[in-house]
């Protein structure tokens, strides 16, 4: 049943217009069935009702109110608001009625709404008034099936966080406030229930990193943006030009992110291969593109916050390079925590510290990036795999390094054969260019199908013997050369369209392993084929804990993307045994299929790991790493 809350007890909405022509079989229990599971799946185009609004140095992307009926409402799962009087109505009615004078009775003594003996809430210390309840929405009993459809598990309890008051009005200043309250008031429900919460952003995770079976919150809605801090926002040590700092709240995606930059002279330092993520959801579980000399998208993150234990919420921020002022805090309401342990801890942490409302990030101007696909034999490639070193490409400006390096292998290629297909682009000064294509256009630069997962899954599960010819001719079609292609990154990395059902583990070794590493990969297809195929890109070392792009000076991941099918999954377990008889030390992307071995996260992240749970344990109580915990924390041994 879909339920409307105003934590958990909002009074039934005015009936919609047209509600007597509306499809009974929309309608369930009597109550308006606002939004449905298919909320949290990830949608490839605008949503109706979606709007892009400008103004007072604000672009946010908003959408039509919640209880504006149509019938291709793609937020309420394709479904009609309306409201029609079910059996047992008035029985309800009451109900309601007595919840809503107990909570009114409960509401001072629970903890972080009121704090200690009933204190006023901090905002309403602030304001001298009381603030308006937040509109949330859940329904119960849902199940969830992630973007690539591998992981599938039945919710208690799927929840919608709104920038909305509980009477559907949006605040005229301060636009952030309603969904941040809304976590708070989520993150207390779950408490009260003895449940586990997590927030779910895009569904992009090949992993269960977003996943628990007790309460998900599909943040999608909350995405506003805030471009440019003020100078009285900014901490006096910042060096940087506050102009560049983003303000952004969980939901938004890397697609809107991309526009809104874009109309602004802006560009995202570096982003994956598809637009389809959340931007807290990509840097939380370290989503990482080839841009060489940036890092992974946690590494230019500057601040988060975060709604913790009792619905508390926290600014935090590293203490050897602090951003924001103590009045941008106060603005939020905040409690400023300043600690570089704490902050590196988070950044990459999948919802274990708590919901992440917002994040700060350092954009830059915007550029171009000038594109090349060329073939080559993979002895030609094999030098530069462990040395960077691309003299012997070829590349249009010699022996430099592109600012963008990777090379998509064939692993059933004849090693005199062309079988490795570089990509490679040189970043470039923003011009603008003739009859470009806009961020929505599709005539981008690079086609959806260039994120190798949806390469990948127009295979399918062939036989093995057929195997050989099948990548070899998917990828002579797919990476077809091409030459100096200029565009901006959002029209760069575009939409990612899946061609059936698939699957993908990712390594991350230090550049001196590179080399070894991909014959391993070489090896276990060779002796047991499977339907994938390998990207090999770098990154430099990250800061975060957690990071599987930690190793230093430079990472090397060697993405494995496959057909979904059951001995994609055995390969996997072949290669992580086979990386392991060489020697080869590797981490694993968060978001892709990883092990169910705690002994490896320990071999793979030593004193990293033990950093990042004493960090946990001070910033939570047992009791409330438990409530931000999951089955993928325990599995890994993250979870105590």
């Not at 009993?141 to 992981?151: G, P, S």
Request: glycine share 8%; aromatic share 8%; charged share 25%.
């Amino acid at each position: 049943m879909a339920a409307l809350l105003a934590t958990g007890l909002l009074p039934r909405p005015a009936r919609a217009a047209g509600d007597a022509a509306c499809d009974p079989a929309q309608v369930r229990d009597g109550v308006a069935d606002v939004l449905g599971p298919r909320a949290a799946r990830n949608c490839r185009r605008k949503l109706h009702g979606q709007r892009s609004e400008r103004g007072h140095g604000i672009d946010e992307l908003r959408f039509r109110d919640v209880d504006a009926g149509h019938a291709r409402h793609h937020v309420a799962g394709q479904r009609r608001v309306a409201l029609r009087e079910g059996p047992g109505a008035e029985r309800r009615k009451r109900r309601r009625r007595a919840l809503a004078r107990r909570w009114t009775e409960l509401r001072p003594t629970l903890r972080g709404v009121g704090g200690a003996c009933g204190a006023p809430d901090r905002r309403e210390r602030a304001e001298g008034g009381t603030v308006p309840e937040p509109l949330i929405v859940f329904e119960s009993n849902v199940r969830f099936v992630n973007w690539h459809r591998n992981v599938q598990v039945e919710v208690a309890r799927l929840y919608d966080a709104w920038n909305r008051w509980s009477d559907r009005s949006r605040p005229t200043t301060r636009r952030w406030e309603p969904g941040l309250r809304a976590l708070s008031r989520i993150v207390q429900h779950a408490e009260a229930d003895g449940k586990r919460v997590r927030a779910l952003g895009g569904a992009w995770s090949l992993s269960e990193a977003a996943v628990t079976r007790d309460y998900m919150v599909n943040t999608k809605p909350l995405n506003y943006v805030d471009v440019g801090l003020k100078p009285e926002n900014v901490d006096p040590a910042y060096a940087g030009n506050p102009e560049y700092l983003v303000f952004t709240q969980c939901g938004t995606s890397v697609l809107e992110l991309n526009r809104i930059l874009e109309r602004r002279g802006l560009a995202l330092p570096t982003s994956g291969a598809s637009n389809g993520q959340t931007f807290c959801g990509a840097f939380s579980t370290g989503t990482h593109g080839a841009a060489n000399m940036v890092g992974s998208m946690q590494d230019y993150v500057a601040g988060l916050h975060v709604v913790g234990e009792g619905g508390r919420d926290y600014w935090v921020e590293p203490a050897s390079r602090p951003v924001v002022s103590r009045k941008f805090c106060e603005t939020l309401g905040t409690e400023l925590r300043r600690d570089d342990r704490l902050f590196n801890a988070l950044l990459v942490s999948f919802g274990s510290f708590g919901l992440i409302h917002a994040a700060l990030f350092m954009a830059v101007p915007i550029y171009l990036l000038e594109r090349h696909v060329r073939p080559y034999s993979y002895d030609r490639v094999r030098p530069s795999l462990s040395t960077l070193d691309v003299s012997g490409l070829d590349l249009p400006d010699g022996r430099g390094l592109p600012f963008h390096y990777e090379v998509v292998l064939n692993p059933y290629a004849r090693r005199d054969r062309q079988g490795a297909y570089v990509r490679f682009m040189y970043q470039r000064p923003y011009s603008a260019l003739p009859a470009a294509p806009t961020t929505t256009d599709t005539r981008v630069i690079m086609r959806p199908s260039d994120d190798v997962l949806s390469v990948i899954g127009a295979i399918g599960d062939v036989a093995p013997a057929l195997l050989p010819y099948a990548v070899e001719e998917l990828l002579e079609r797919e990476f077809e050369p091409q030459d100096g292609e200029l565009g901006t990154p959002a029209q760069a990395f575009g939409s990612t369209t899946l061609r059936g059902s698939v699957v993908s583990t990712e390594l991350g070794v230090p550049l001196l392993h590179a080399e070894n590493a991909v014959e391993a990969v070489l090896a276990v297809a060779n002796d047991f084929p499977f339907a994938g195929l390998a990207a090999v890109r770098y990154v430099r070392a990250s800061a975060a804990l957690l990071a599987f792009t930690h190793h230093e000076p430079f990472t090397c991941t060697i993405e494995l993307p496959a057909a979904g099918s059951q001995r994609a999954l055995e390969a996997y377990d072949r290669i992580w045994n086979e990386l392991e008889r060489r020697n080869v030390p590797y981490t694993l992307h968060w978001g892709q299929i990883l092990k169910n071995d705690p002994a490896h996260f320990r071999r793979a992240y030593g004193t990293r790991l033990d950093a990042w749970l004493a960090a946990r344990r001070a910033f939570l109580t047992p009791a409330g790493r438990r409530t931000f915990s999951n089955d993928l924390l325990e599995r890994a041994g993250l979870a105590s």
